[in-house]
């Protein structure tokens, strides 16, 4: 498809890496130079220099030709405006919009009408709901669900203590006494599918499929002592944090959260009602162990500064808090998981994952993935699907089936029932599958699992 990206930050490029990966035509557009010729030098695709709301500058980049328009600039001004611009000179195009402000977004969603949009992302919210769902089982490092809730996908580290350590996959469901699947195991940086043989070792982080009713059981099989979180230390007040503390005060959560900035610092008490919002640096030792924190539960690292972050989720780790929460906008995976970081959260990665889902659904109205997760720092990725009329050898026992290399199915959702599958299991139209893949190629669609 022709696909044009407004926008050359950290996911315009993040975006148009992974869609010109599969196959697309990609057209950039941006008012600096110096961004468009060092994102042309790493992706193949075309760039058009000159502000994206512009009519001529987008006609310039294509626009009558272009079946999806991603707006993704800083400002959300712009991102509309363009997205309406485009909408009335190619009235079929699909336009994604990225809307932070939610007097925007409610407008966007009050008004379709005049804001014409196919789709809205918000990677900052998106990443606060994330992290308020990591602090609801505060014994995993990720957790990516699927059917409508009732699957799960979590993440899990190896210690030297841990009750998996030096465990054959072969003889995991006597440890855990509960049926689950290991669907990728990452090694010092590689991720591997592994087989019945396959000894967990320390330091391994595995991924884990379950059905969501099952991962309270899991920790406990595991000796992971876990305990509602309470308090929570917020350091930075950005809008992730902003979102975070909203959605935290909702769950009775006691809230305080640190930012350096004494305007931003009034506007967030005005805007927060029972969150406690304390000025200073969040960098400083001796004010984190003034702001208590060698007894919470919990402590969030979500400033602007990735380094930042690092360092600040360092130290909550050396002060044994119990659950730690790391902002990373670069997603630099590789150095994290060397580090005792928590959970490592990434808006860019989330908002793509949202906007790649909606672009391949675009290809393939039918049998089209109804979400996508990146597991595994990016090597590996978890698709679901609605088997539906179109999709092949339904009612076939697994084992009978040829799937692709590096393709594993992962679960089998039957209305509220979910499925850990065997080579006696079949899906049947209506069921929704999750499927994991470490091959390079895309699986926009559930044949595209059959060899």
């Known amino acids: 498809m022709e696909i044009m990206i407004a926008g050359t930050g950290k996911v315009g490029l ?3 890496s992974q869609l010109a990966s599969e196959g697309h035509n990609i057209t950039l557009v941006d008012k600096d130079p110096f961004l468009l010729e060092e994102a042309v030098e790493k992706i193949e695709a075309m760039a058009v220099c000159g502000n994206c709301a512009s009519k001529d500058v987008l006609l310039q980049a294509g626009v009558r030709n272009a079946q999806v328009l991603i707006a993704v600039t800083d400002a959300d001004e712009v991102n509309l405006l363009c997205c309406m611009t485009a909408h009335g000179i190619n009235p079929a195009i699909h336009t994604i919009a990225r809307i932070r402000s ?3 977004a409610d407008q966007v969603l009050t008004m379709p009408e005049v804001f014409p949009l196919s789709l809205t992302v918000n990677p900052e919210k998106q990443a606060a709901l994330e992290i308020e769902r990591l602090l609801k089982f505060p014994g995993f490092l990720r957790r990516d669900t699927f059917a409508k809730g009732r699957v799960e996908i979590v993440e899990l580290r190896v210690e030297s203590d841990s009750k998996l350590c030096n465990v054959a996959l072969s003889d995991l469901s006597s440890v855990v006494r509960c049926k689950v699947l290991v669907c990728a195991v990452l090694r010092e940086g590689t991720a591997v599918a592994p087989r019945g043989n396959f000894v967990l070792r320390q330091g391994d982080r595995v991924f884990v499929t379950a059905p969501t009713s099952t991962l309270a059981l899991l920790l406990k099989n595991l000796g992971i002592i876990t305990r509602r979180v309470r308090n929570v230390l917020i350091c930075g007040g950005g809008r992730v944090s902003f979102y975070l503390a909203k959605l935290l005060e909702k769950d009775g959560i006691d809230v305080r959260l640190i930012d350096r900035d004494r305007e931003r610092c009034t506007q967030l008490a005005s805007l927060l009602e029972k969150t406690s919002v304390v000025l200073g640096d969040c960098s400083s030792q001796s004010l984190l162990d003034n702001q208590g924190i060698h007894h919470v539960d919990a402590l969030a690292s979500l400033t602007g500064m990735d ?6 989720s360092l130290y909550g780790s050396a002060c044994n808090v119990p659950q730690v929460i790391t902002k990373l906008s670069r997603g630099e995976r590789n150095i994290a998981a060397t580090l005792p970081l928590g959970s490592v959260i990434c808006p860019k990665e989330l908002c793509s994952n949202h906007i ?4 391949r659904a675009m290809q393939n109205q039918t049998g089209a993935a109804v979400s996508i997760h990146t597991i595994a720092d990016g090597q590996a990725e978890a698709v679901e699907f609605l088997v539906d009329s179109a999709t092949n050898n339904c009612g076939v026992p697994l084992k009978q089936l040829k799937l692709k290399p ?6 089998i959702t039957r209305g509220t029932e979910t499925e850990i599958p065997g080579g006696d299991s079949a899906f049947a139209e209506g069921d929704t599958v999750v499927v994991v893949t470490s ?4 699986l926009n669609n559930i044949n595209d699992i059959f060899a």
């Open 406 to 411: 590096n393709v594993l199915l992962a679960s």
């Open 356 to 359: 790649v889902r909606y672009v």
């Open 307 to 312: 380094e930042t972050n690092m360092v600040i």
């Open 14 to 16: 993040t975006l148009a």
């Open 102 to 104: 939610p007097e925007y």
């Open 439 to 442: 091959g390079r190629g895309v």
